[in-house]
């Protein structure tokens, strides 16, 4: 191939052309979407850390992995819908009505706690599987399907429940099994952390070894060139719907174990705080792009926020306010990253 | 019927090329129609691809060029007529169908995924599992194999300025990722690899490299249908030239017997291309 060695030469030469500063943090962020908010939250850490003297300390940083876990569980579910570009509304909603059917079923007794838990988990992977047929059999955007979810979810957990809550102490121990704990370095850890740690690795591993992985960032990426290699675009979005209910299912598990009851307007904000996980934690709105190591450490930086500026008496509405800003910056950073040059 | 526009093709053969068309046709295709409501897309068309062979398929637009490729590849059932892959009748109802008999596409809008790497985009849908249990119980891909023999695909094809098969395709060139469609048509033993305007968003460099890929997966052995709008291009590395007119075939010529003003004259309908009689 004697007539490419001068443009392959050039070529070459272009390559290793002198980049600027800038560009190289581009290049890196392109590669590694998590760096961001990793140095965020390094910096919110140290931030915190000459503010209050409370802030790094055994004690807080326990009670700040316990406050993050079921966000963090919920955020895991949204990040798969978010890959396929495509979003969640209704993952508070079928937390709350996974819940409440756990615990009423269970009450006092009424039902094995194991049985109690299966049904539960059950219904909210029934109801990620209804959000995921809606998308792919009817066609309906997702953002659509999961906003009339949402209000029907919420309505039925009400219905169902009658507003009330369940206590602890009418639950079987297993229910409230996850808001146990044990100590490491004097940090108190739950078994819920442990759960929702073990939920990340599972579907991390799914994501990035798996060929189901790629299928969902390639129907996230380009849904019609997905298609044409061969690739069952419905079927892969299908299973992240329901993969996706399953997870809230856990996680309504989670939060019984934290808030010790089942109570229907437990986690008011849940949507917003998942979504708001995963677009700082990188995972691009777009689809396609991100990673879920991203979205644990999304999850960290809303509540070390939240934590670190109710530990220095700041009123709450700042940390919403700058937790807006985050979101805003963070999605500006992803535009900026998807203009990389090679 | 279709004998006399075969004596042509064949006439104009060059000799060392002769032997091809004794073979029996890879691919080939009998008075397909296709109907859209009203609105016919193919009026009976023939077709005949043989081993080894890069038959380029021209035609003026809405003459019916890609609704054919369509129906050989899948993506349309025509209403009527047979398809026949080495000698076998064969009905594709989805692409998939096509893909799994050996018939390979390389679409207009290239169908790879910009966010994921060369080596991923080359085994989409058809990864590879690790052996032993992390294949089988924990569906673990086998990243590196895929990666190895992925570079070995995109070298078979002459291609130097590909080298990290981990790389993104959205960094890569038009033509480089042209290059990635092509490899990823030619390396799961397919026979017959269809190309859709392959060089229409290329430059004229990235067109060459193209061509020259053309003609590597003909020199393997495979046969190539090329669908073009660019009439040097086909003349450079066809056999031979279907001509597409008013969803039929108006004929099929060979570089050697017509020359390209001869060809858009038929194409268009200013010449009629009458057999040796």
């Known amino acids: 191939m004697a007539t490419t060695t001068t443009p392959s030469a050039a070529a070459a030469e272009f390559a290793r052309r002198q980049q600027s500063p800038l560009q190289r943090v581009q290049h890196q962020l392109h590669g590694r979407p998590w760096l961001s908010p990793l140095f965020l939250l390094l910096v919110a850490f140290v931030a915190f850390f000459i503010a209050t003297p409370t802030f790094l300390t055994a004690n807080s940083m326990g009670i700040l992995l316990q406050q993050t876990a079921v966000v963090a569980a919920l955020a895991v579910g949204q990040t798969l819908v978010i890959l396929t570009a495509g979003i969640d509304l209704s993952v508070g909603a079928i937390m709350v009505l996974s819940m409440m059917v756990m615990a009423s079923l269970s009450r006092d007794g009424g039902m094995p706690g194991i049985l109690a838990l299966v049904i539960g988990v059950v219904l909210a992977t029934a109801a990620g599987a209804l959000n995921g047929f809606l998308v792919t059999r009817i066609n309906l955007p997702p953002f659509i399907v999961t906003l009339g979810t949402l209000s029907i979810f919420t309505a039925i957990a009400l219905l169902y429940s009658g507003g009330e809550s369940i206590q602890a102490d009418h639950?079987?121990?297993?229910?409230?099994?996850?808001?146990?704990?044990?100590?490491?370095?004097g940090i108190s850890l739950t078994w819920g952390i442990v759960a929702v740690i073990l939920i990340y690795i599972a579907v991390g591993f799914a994501l990035a070894q798996t060929a189901w992985g790629r299928y969902v960032y390639a129907v996230g990426d380009d849904p019609e060139s997905a298609r044409l290699s061969g690739v069952a675009s419905k079927r892969v979005l299908l299973t992240v719907y329901t993969l996706a209910g399953l997870i809230y299912g856990l996680a309504?598990?989670?939060?019984?174990?934290?808030?010790?009851?089942?109570?229907?307007?437990?986690?008011?904000d849940a949507n917003l705080q998942s979504i708001t996980a995963v677009v700082i934690g990188g995972t691009s709105l777009f689809g396609g792009?991100?990673?879920?190591?991203?979205?644990?450490?999304?999850?960290?930086?809303?509540?070390?926020?939240?934590?670190?500026?109710?530990?220095?008496?700041?009123?709450?509405?700042?940390?919403?306010?700058?937790?807006?800003?985050?979101?805003?910056?963070?999605?500006?950073?992803?535009?900026w990253i998807r203009k990389v040059k090679a | 019927m279709s004998a006399p526009t075969m004596e042509v093709a064949h006439g104009g053969v060059p000799a060392d090329k002769q032997h091809i068309y004794s073979q029996e046709p890879v691919l080939s295709a009998r008075k397909l129609v296709i109907t859209f409501g009203r609105v016919i897309g193919l009026d009976g068309v023939d077709l005949d691809l043989y081993p080894g062979e890069v038959l380029a398929v021209i035609g003026d637009n809405g003459a019916g060029k890609s609704t054919l490729?369509?129906?050989?590849?899948?993506?349309?059932?025509?209403?009527?007529?047979?398809?026949?892959?080495?000698?076998?009748?064969?009905?594709?109802?989805?692409?998939?169908?096509?893909?799994a008999a050996g018939i390979e596409t390389v679409y207009q809008q290239l169908a790879v995924i910009p966010a994921l790497d060369i080596a991923s985009n080359l085994y989409l849908a058809r990864e590879e599992r690790r052996k032993g249990i992390l294949g089988s119980v924990f569906r673990m891909l086998d990243k590196k194999g895929m990666e190895k023999r992925a570079g070995q695909s995109v070298q078979d094809l002459g291609i130097q300025t590909i080298q990290n098969m981990g790389q993104a395709v959205e960094t890569l060139s038009g033509g480089q990722r042209q290059a990635v469609a092509v490899a990823r048509a030619a390396a799961f033993g397919s026979k017959v690899v269809i190309l859709d305007e392959p060089t229409a968003a290329l430059g004229v460099k990235e067109s060459g490299m193209v061509l020259d890929m053309i003609k590597q997966l003909r020199d393997r052995g495979l046969s190539v249908i090329l669908i073009s709008h660019n009439m040097p291009q086909v003349w450079e590395v066809a056999d031979r030239i279907h001509i597409q007119r008013l969803g039929g075939r108006a004929g099929v010529i060979t570089p050697q017997s017509h020359d390209m003003g001869e060809g858009v004259a038929i194409m268009t309908g200013a010449k009629r291309l009458d057999g040796p009689s």
């Open chain 1, 171 to 185: 639950l079987p121990g297993l229910l409230n099994f996850l808001g146990d704990g044990f100590k490491i370095f």
């Open chain 1, 252 to 268: 309504a598990w989670v939060l019984i174990g934290r808030a010790g009851a089942a109570t229907p307007n437990a986690v008011p």
């Open chain 1, 289 to 335: 792009r991100g990673r879920l190591i991203g979205t644990a450490i999304g999850a960290l930086i809303v509540q070390t926020l939240q934590f670190g500026l109710s530990q220095m008496g700041v009123d709450q509405q700042w940390r919403v306010l700058a937790t807006g800003i985050l979101v805003i910056v963070a999605v500006a950073v992803d535009q």
């Open chain 2, 69 to 99: 490729i369509k129906c050989l590849t899948g993506a349309y059932t025509p209403d009527s007529g047979e398809i026949t892959l080495s000698g076998e009748r064969v009905h594709f109802a989805r692409p998939q169908d096509a893909r």
